[in-house]
């Protein structure tokens, strides 16, 4: 099959042409025709930072940024992501409170959205009408949090809804489909402890099952047996940390997996010969951090790779240097490369905690102290 270029007709395919034909300059960066992007990129396993990259991090943009998100509540991304909202919502908050712009955010507004996606269930979906998900529950647990507004949450029923999702084998699903992935014990974990009532899970059984999705390389997947990845093993990590059971594994051994995803650009990746993307910068370092062991990591070189995702005329990241050109920024990788910054002790930035990715100003006696 064909994959055309914008020719006049349409009709010319790109099989045959010469390279340059399909590449071209915007903005001093090499932006590729996105449709041939996945033939271009295939062996490619790390980026370049252009020299035109941001140096520093540009605090007023990205603000701005995330409150047009806010704002825009009648343009095509807003409507498009209906089916991520509350999470959505949680990253765009986060990333204002991390900037210490959290004031210029409607609250009341936010709140009251959030509040219309519980369910009777207990949890709460991504948008009124959805079905609800761990994900969403725990998302919005922690938007109520960060505007000190966690009162009005129903704390037992959303625990009897989490409770409900602990497997037999000690795992648990992210909703009534039934899929068992080890970011749903962190999620699960997380909620209930936020709450006041992590007894109300199985703990012992839900650490156990992590323990058996701890790999031979010292990192965790999704299920026993599944290849290691980097937000596996934040999530695992964060899981331990929350039940206090760090010390069940070799957080050397683990620390140094983590340690061998940096690439030369200085950026981190989730997987072994896979392109640096700054939303690891979150789950990696992180990890590392709730190891001790942050020290690993090349901070010079990783904090170049992390301004270099900036988009320098909108704000906002984008997962890797020059896709803000290709592809755009989004809260996504915006609030994970911000939180990132806040682990390297950046001064214009709240300090981050890095099991629940907050401000911990806004968790307060909700923080878990390690060390």
Known sequence: MYVYMNSKDNKEPIVGLKLRQVIRIHRGNVRRNPSFAGLLDFARKDVDLPQSSPKKLLKGLHSNFIQQYEKDKGGYHYIMAEHLRVSGIYWCVNAMDLTKELHRMSAVEIIDYVLSCRNKDGGYGPAPGHDSHLLHTLCAVQTLIIFDCLQKADAESICEYVKGLQQDDGSFCGDLSGEVDTRFTLCSFATCHLLGRLSALNIDSAVRFLKRCYNTDGGFGTRPGSESHSGQIYCCIGALAIAGRL??????????????????????????????????????????????????????????????????????????????????????????????????????????????????KCLGDLRIEMF
């Open 247 to 360: 010390d069940d594994i070799d957080r050397d051994r683990t620390a140094e997996w983590l340690a061998f995803r940096q690439c030369d650009s200085g950026g981190l990746n989730g997987r072994p010969e896979k392109l640096p993307d700054v939303c690891y910068s979150w789950w990696v370092l992180a990890s590392l951090s709730i190891l001790g062991r942050l020290d690993f990591i090349d901070q010079t070189s990783m904090k170049k790779f992390i301004y270099a995702c900036q988009d320098d005329e909108t704000g906002g990241f984008a997962d890797r240097p020059g896709d803000c050109v290709s592809f755009f920024a989004d809260p996504f990788h915006t609030v994970f490369g911000i939180a990132a910054l806040s682990l390297f002790g950046d001064e214009t930035l709240e300090e981050v905690d890095p099991i629940f990715c907050m401000t911990k």
